[in-house]
Structure formats: structure tokens, C-alpha cells
């Protein structure tokens, strides 16, 4: 499917202004959902403040949060044989996107931290593609602040280690993170693969929808394991206390070498910033969530 310059920097301008302004409806009712079943008086009025501040943003049309994040696409379809004129638009989309919406402009050159202040640069936006058996196009912007990605963490496991050992670092690090990155919130899990690889996993496991699970039990059951201890750490609402510092965890997985264990995680801040379009084969365009 070919798809013009013009529409697709259309897209991808609405998409970020959505992604930064209207949290999606998962993220919405978990937070709810926390709010409320959280006994604690102090955590309670912190998780009030975090829906007040969703409605505000969509009833005044301005971002959730000043950190607009770095920006990153997810272009999922069968095939996408003008990819280098689709990189060009969703580059362009970002720039306009940055003035319109408007957007922080947070990307940075990392050695000379020259600001282009447009949120384009070397390989950022940061676009990916994931190839599916689908007859249409689906694209997700996705925003990600720097207070939850600079919790990020790798570890090689001690292959021996196993389970435990996974269970064990994934807890150590959502304790090592503690408020800074503005719980409640979602744990991206990548385990298996390459270093490279187990990183991606991590993102990509954030796109899914909060509540949903891996389709192997075994991984499933280890998500639904680690939601109940993160929880049980009573690090709480912005790390004042409370029932609820975390609203899900999410893991994929990639075969690795019998030798290595590697594990990634990518931490999202409860304001769990995405959406997504899909386009169509008649050409038609629908924002979904």
C-alpha cells in the first residue's frame, strides 16, 4: 500500500498532538481504578491530581506534562516499500508537531547538547518497523519522558539463576527507581535475545494495552507474579505510599544463547503516552483508543 507524504505527515502530527494531550482509555481506567481502591489518604489525593490533570489537558488542549518526551514511531503492516518517504514525513510530522501541539523540544545532540529545537535529529524520531500479516497500516507515536526512561536497567543474569534471578532484578530495580519515575507505573519486561534486542522487547511490550498478557502461560504468570510484589513494595502513588505503584506489567521474550540470560527494562510513568492509527487499504484513516 502506497501512501502519500502529504497524508502521512497529516497522521503523524495528529497522532503526537493525541499521544500528548488525550491519555488512552486503558491508562485512564486503571488509574481510576487505583484512586478507587487506594485506602491510603495522601496517595489517594496524588492519584486525583493525575485524573484531574487528564481531563484538564484534553478540556484545554495542552500536553499532560511538560516533558513531551522523545518521540518514536511503530509502523506495523505487511510491507512498506516507500519507507524512506514515509521516514521523511513522520520526521517532518514531529518538526510540526513540535510548533503545533506544541511539543518540549528535548532532542539533543548527546555530545556537543546543541538543541536543534525541532525534536528531529540523528535517528530520532526514532521509527521502527514490525512486519505483520495484516492488509493494513498501523502507526503509534509514542512519548516517552526522561524521569521514567533513565530508570532503564540491564542485567545479565546468571543463566542458572533463572526465574528468580529475573524476579530479583526487576524488583531491585523498581525499588532502586523508588519516585523518580512518577508512579504508578507500567514495567516493560524484555527478556532473552541480545542486549540490543532485550531493550527493544522492553519498549515494545509498553505498547500493549495495560490488563492484557502474554499469550504463553508461563510468561503470563510471571507478569501477573511481578505486578502483585511491585505492589507489595508500598512505594506508592509519586512514592508517597499507597497500594498502587504499579498499574501493569509486561513482558516479551526473544530464545538467547544457553549461555546468557540478558534482561532489559524500560519503566513508563503513569502517564502512559501513545496512540495509534490505522490506515486502511482503501485509504480511509481511523485514530484508534
Given at each position: 500500500?502506497?501512501?502519500?507524504?502529504?497524508?502521512?505527515?497529516?497522521?503523524?502530527?495528529?497522532?503526537?498532538?493525541?499521544?500528548?494531550?488525550?491519555?488512552?482509555?486503558?491508562?485512564?481506567?486503571?488509574?481510576?481504578?487505583?484512586?478507587?481502591?487506594?485506602?491510603?489518604?495522601?496517595?489517594?489525593?496524588?492519584l486525583k491530581n493525575m485524573l484531574d490533570n487528564i481531563e484538564s489537558a484534553e478540556k484545554l488542549s495542552k500536553p499532560i506534562c511538560q516533558d513531551t518526551g522523545i518521540v518514536s514511531f511503530y509502523i506495523k503492516a505487511k510491507e512498506i516499500p516507500n519507507f524512506d518517504e514515509l521516514e521523511e514525513a513522520l520526521r517532518k510530522a514531529t518538526a510540526e508537531a513540535t510548533k503545533k501541539v506544541p511539543l518540549r523540544p528535548?532532542?539533543?545532540?548527546?555530545?556537543?547538547?546543541?538543541?536543534?529545537?525541532?525534536?528531529?535529529?540523528?535517528?530520532?524520531?526514532?521509527?521502527?518497523?514490525?512486519?505483520?500479516?495484516?492488509?493494513?497500516?498501523?502507526?503509534?507515536?509514542?512519548?516517552?519522558?526522561?524521569?521514567?526512561?533513565?530508570?532503564?536497567?540491564?542485567?545479565?543474569?546468571?543463566?542458572?539463576?533463572?526465574?528468580?534471578?529475573?524476579?530479583?532484578?526487576?524488583?531491585?530495580?523498581?525499588?532502586?527507581?523508588?519516585?523518580?519515575?512518577?508512579?504508578?507505573?507500567?514495567?516493560?519486561?524484555?527478556?532473552?535475545?541480545?542486549?540490543?534486542?532485550?531493550?527493544?522487547?522492553?519498549?515494545?511490550?509498553?505498547?500493549?494495552?495495560?490488563?492484557?498478557?502474554?499469550?504463553?502461560?508461563?510468561?503470563?504468570?510471571?507478569?501477573?507474579?511481578?505486578?502483585?510484589?511491585?505492589?507489595?513494595?508500598?512505594?506508592?502513588?509519586?512514592?508517597?505510599?499507597?497500594?498502587?505503584?504499579?498499574?501493569?506489567?509486561?513482558?516479551?521474550?526473544?530464545?538467547?544463547?544457553?549461555?546468557?540470560?540478558?534482561?532489559?527494562?524500560?519503566?513508563?510513568?503513569?502517564?502512559?503516552?501513545?496512540?495509534?492509527?490505522?490506515?486502511?487499504?482503501?485509504?480511509?484513516?481511523?485514530?484508534?483508543?
Amino acid at each position: 500500500m502506497r501512501i502519500s507524504q502529504k497524508i502521512l505527515e497529516e497522521i503523524g502530527v495528529e497522532l503526537l498532538r493525541r499521544a500528548a494531550i488525550i491519555l488512552p482509555k486503558d491508562v485512564r481506567e486503571a488509574l481510576k481504578s487505583a484512586y478507587e481502591n487506594e485506602t491510603s489518604a495522601i496517595a489517594k489525593i496524588e492519584l486525583k491530581n493525575m485524573l484531574d490533570n487528564i481531563e484538564s489537558a484534553e478540556k484545554l488542549s495542552k500536553p499532560i506534562c511538560q516533558d513531551t518526551g522523545i518521540v518514536s514511531f511503530y509502523i506495523k503492516a505487511k510491507e512498506i516499500p516507500n519507507f524512506d518517504e514515509l521516514e521523511e514525513a513522520l520526521r517532518k510530522a514531529t518538526a510540526e508537531a513540535t510548533k503545533k501541539v506544541p511539543l518540549r523540544p528535548n532532542a539533543v545532540h548527546p555530545i556537543t547538547r546543541k538543541n536543534p529545537g525541532t525534536n528531529v535529529g540523528e535517528h530520532i524520531p526514532n521509527i521502527n518497523w514490525l512486519p505483520a500479516n495484516i492488509d493494513h497500516v498501523e502507526i503509534t507515536a509514542f512519548i516517552k519522558g526522561a524521569g521514567s526512561e533513565n530508570m532503564s536497567a540491564l542485567e545479565m543474569v546468571t543463566p542458572g539463576l533463572g526465574v528468580k534471578g529475573i524476579k530479583k532484578f526487576v524488583l531491585d530495580t523498581v525499588v532502586k527507581a523508588g519516585a523518580q519515575p512518577c508512579p504508578p507505573i507500567i514495567v516493560g519486561v524484555g527478556v532473552g535475545g541480545t542486549v540490543d534486542l532485550t531493550f527493544k522487547l522492553a519498549k515494545l511490550a509498553l505498547l500493549r494495552p495495560i490488563g492484557s498478557r502474554n499469550p504463553e502461560k508461563e510468561v503470563a504468570d510471571l507478569e501477573e507474579e511481578l505486578f502483585k510484589l511491585i505492589n507489595q513494595t508500598g512505594i506508592g502513588a509519586m512514592g508517597l505510599g499507597g497500594k498502587t505503584t504499579c498499574l501493569d506489567v509486561k513482558i516479551e521474550y526473544a530464545h538467547c544463547h544457553t549461555a546468557s540470560l540478558p534482561v532489559g527494562i524500560n519503566i513508563q510513568c503513569w502517564a502512559d503516552r501513545k496512540a495509534k492509527a490505522r490506515i486502511n487499504s482503501d485509504g480511509s484513516v481511523e485514530y484508534l483508543g
